[in-house]
């Protein structure tokens, strides 16, 4: 982690700011579901222009779903996207209640929405809420990277990730972006 922390800016500098605003960061998160970051971010162009450069719970309600589709959007997605417009309108979900929640009970909560498991659980917490000990072990680039920097063969032991994610606590934020960095030389954003 040394040679990384020295090759690297620190990710203040670049990254771990948020937007601060959660439901662009879900609906981004949701566009970008199992498909490429060229195609996610082609989709998710032609979304904002949809919404007319203003992602709202409230604009995103009133699309239709065909509106929603001709973006490039799957059945799926319009689906998830319209339910966490409801949610939000609604009062159903409410990401004013996150920042008092445990990283475990603020994963659990944003899992409940649909379309977002844990692992976009994770994202939202590490991007958006920038909490410092995230450990996303379900990230592919996160264990080629432990891989790679640890000589371990890929995926990495179980056993052997659980000891970096106490190795770390409560950091683990810091250490899962330092090591994203040294198999991806751009910064990860989200």
Do not use: H
Request: aromatic fraction near 12%.
């Amino acid at each position: 982690m040394f040679a990384l922390i020295k090759k690297y800016k620190s990710p203040s500098e670049t990254i771990l700011t948020s937007r601060k605003d959660v439901f662009f960061s879900l609906c981004k998160s949701i566009i970008g579901q199992q498909i490429s970051v060229a195609a996610a971010n082609a989709v998710f162009f032609k979304f904002k222009k949809k919404c007319k450069n203003k992602i709202t719970a409230k604009i995103v309600n009133e699309l239709t779903t065909s509106q929603l589709k001709s973006c490039g959007l799957s059945r799926q997605k319009v689906k998830g996207i319209k339910s966490l417009a409801k949610k939000v309108i609604d009062k159903t979900f409410n990401p004013k209640l996150i920042p008092k929640m445990s990283d475990e009970e603020a994963i659990i909560y944003l899992s409940e929405l649909r379309q977002i498991g844990r692992w976009s659980a994770e994202m939202i917490l590490l991007f958006t809420y920038n909490r410092p000990n995230i450990w996303p072990i379900q990230d592919i680039g996160l264990l080629r990277a432990i891989s790679k920097n640890y000589n371990k063969k890929y995926f990495p032991p179980e056993n052997f990730v659980k000891l970096l994610n106490k190795k770390f606590s409560p950091y683990c934020s810091v250490a899962t972006w330092y090591l994203w960095r040294s198999i991806d030389p751009e910064p990860i954003q989200y």
